[in-house]
């Protein structure tokens, strides 16, 4: 069963002494229906937990919504992680507040106070007004918010949700004073630069986790790649052993070479780090990693980030 979705809890509508309110001023707009009170009130909160039940129950329908506060992310922001944060599922969707500098598939936005032009108590009551609403109409199994500050109508949504289910903040150049107080209110928050900043893992290396051949190695020093002992920096990885998180190293961007009897252990793969993904016979092997190093010198035109933004959401998400 998938995990149940975010809720809103703390509506009037929603609550026990809504539904008893309810009956008894049917009860005074109607004098005939009060000797049936007792019986009325037993049956609305039967089905008030009843149905109450029924929503908590139903599954999410996206994965993650994301809200970007794009007035305060700058254009390098946007292009160094909006788009990409967006490919963490294909089951997630972009909430934009203000104006984006850059072509993003938002599905729904927001103008910002200043673009508005009305007072903060007034915006903020709009802001949570419209996120209560996305929240309802999506069901979302997670909510990211992206930007320096959360705003006084996102806190507002946080109080009257389950926030247990999923709240992150990833903070956009805050300072230190505005993480302490705000984050305590999230499960989890990160700084922007974490998603955005390069990893430390050197062009052209390979580890072994086993001796490698003095062939392969003389092999593999033509093509100018060098053997290093720190599988962290590598760039490929050849490997026979089961004590390394496999996917936490694809997550990585690096390139892994294991035997077929190795691959059942590592689970569900995402589709976008199957092309870091190299099975093969150990008989194979060598041929297999002098193959893959030549093609990759071939092909590369430019150094790519090592671990993309999506990798690392996924990372820091699950």
């Not at 209560?132 to 999506?138: D, E, H, K, S, V």
């Not at 062939?215 to 100018?224: C, D, P, R």
């Amino acid at each position: 069963m998938k995990q149940r979705h975010i809720r809103v809890n703390k509506e009037a509508e929603n609550s026990y002494s809504f539904a008893v309110g309810d009956e008894l001023r049917k009860s005074f707009v109607s004098p005939w229906k009060l000797p049936f009170l007792p019986f009325s009130l037993t049956k609305r909160i039967f089905f008030h937990r009843r149905t109450r039940a029924t929503i908590d129950a139903l599954p999410y329908l996206v994965d993650c919504i994301f809200v970007y506060d794009l007035e305060k992310m700058r254009l390098s922001d946007q292009k160094s992680f909006t788009n990409q944060s967006l490919n963490y599922s294909e089951n997630s969707i972009g909430i934009g507040i203000g104006n984006s500098l850059i072509d993003s598939n938002f599905r729904h936005s927001i103008s910002t106070r200043r673009e508005m032009g009305i007072e903060p108590k007034e915006w903020n009551g709009l802001l949570e007004n419209f996120l209560l609403g996305i929240i309802r109409a999506y069901r979302p199994k997670k909510f990211v918010f992206v930007g320096k500050y959360p705003y006084a109508g996102l806190m507002s949504v946080l109080r009257k949700c389950q926030t247990e289910n999923g709240f992150y903040w990833i903070h956009v150049r805050s300072d230190n004073e505005t993480i302490e107080q705000r984050s305590k209110k999230f499960i989890k928050s990160k700084p922007f630069s974490y998603f955005t900043d390069h990893d430390t893992i050197v062009r052209n290396t390979i580890f072994f986790d086993y001796e490698p051949s003095d062939t392969v190695g003389k092999q593999l020093k033509s093509n100018g790649v060098n053997i290093i002992n720190t599988p962290e920096h590598a760039e490929y990885l050849a490997l026979q052993h089961n004590e390394y998180d496999c996917k936490s190293l694809l997550m990585r961007n690096q390139t892994i070479f294991i035997a077929p009897n190795a691959q059942a252990s590592l689970g569900h793969i995402p589709d976008y780090l199957l092309p870091n993904l190299v099975v093969c016979d150990v008989e194979r092997r060598n041929e297999m990693i002098l193959s893959v190093v030549a093609f990759r010198k071939n092909q590369r035109t430019r150094k790519p980030p090592l671990m993309p933004v999506e990798a690392k959401i996924d990372l820091w998400l699950n």
